[in-house]
């Protein structure tokens, strides 16, 4: 095998093996919080890691999966609609903030706020309501609001100062 071939392995293993620990830390970070990582009012722990594609598109596949495996092995099983809602939202976030994040790191942190904020947060209501109930659009703005608003604090408390640590210690450019 020649050297360039030997290099481009090394890539592909690189990049396998980072999304691989991103998803299993996304899965550890966010199952045994079930209580608070699913629902209404959602702390995941795991959405820290939504900083990564700030810094390399090569990131987000780790995520995505991770959001994946977590929704689909969720114990108060939401079912289809959170498997792939909740999936597709990080997916979306994480392209949209590394985009934006290439121009302004810091507004990198918003599209995960407000993507999972209008899906995961509009959908919600829909799943957790009880069959003799009505979904209002009361309900639906305030289920918006509050994914939204605990995913902005997450970010604000765990996600800046991981974006700083990554930065000072050149972790950021040894991502895939």
């Known amino acids: 095998m020649t050297e360039s071939g030997q290099s481009k392995n090394r890539i592909r293993i690189k990049f396998v093996v980072f999304n691989g620990i991103v998803a299993a830390l996304y899965v550890v970070f966010t199952a045994p919080f079930a209580n608070i990582a699913y629902g209404p009012i959602q702390v995941r722990i795991a959405e820290v890691m939504t900083v990564f594609p700030i810094f390399s598109w ?9 959001c994946f495996i977590a929704n689909l092995i969720n114990p108060g099983n939401l079912g289809p609609v959170d498997i792939i809602g909740g999936t597709l939202a ?6 949209l903030s590394y985009f934006i994040g290439k121009k ?15 899906i995961v ?14 979904v209002t659009l009361e309900a639906v703005l305030i289920s918006m609001l509050s994914v939204a608003g605990s995913e902005a604090v997450l970010l604000i ?20």
């Open 58 to 66: 090569g990131m987000i596949p780790g995520v995505t999966l991770g």
């Open 90 to 95: 990080t997916l979306i976030a994480g392209i």
């Open 104 to 118: 302004n790191k810091w507004l990198g942190l918003i599209p995960p706020v407000l993507v999972n904020g209008l």
């Open 121 to 134: 947060g509009g959908y919600l209501p829909f799943l957790l309501v009880d069959s003799s109930s009505t």
């Open 157 to 176: 408390v765990l996600g800046i100062p991981l974006m700083l640590v990554m930065e000072k210690t050149g972790l950021k450019n040894r991502l895939p």
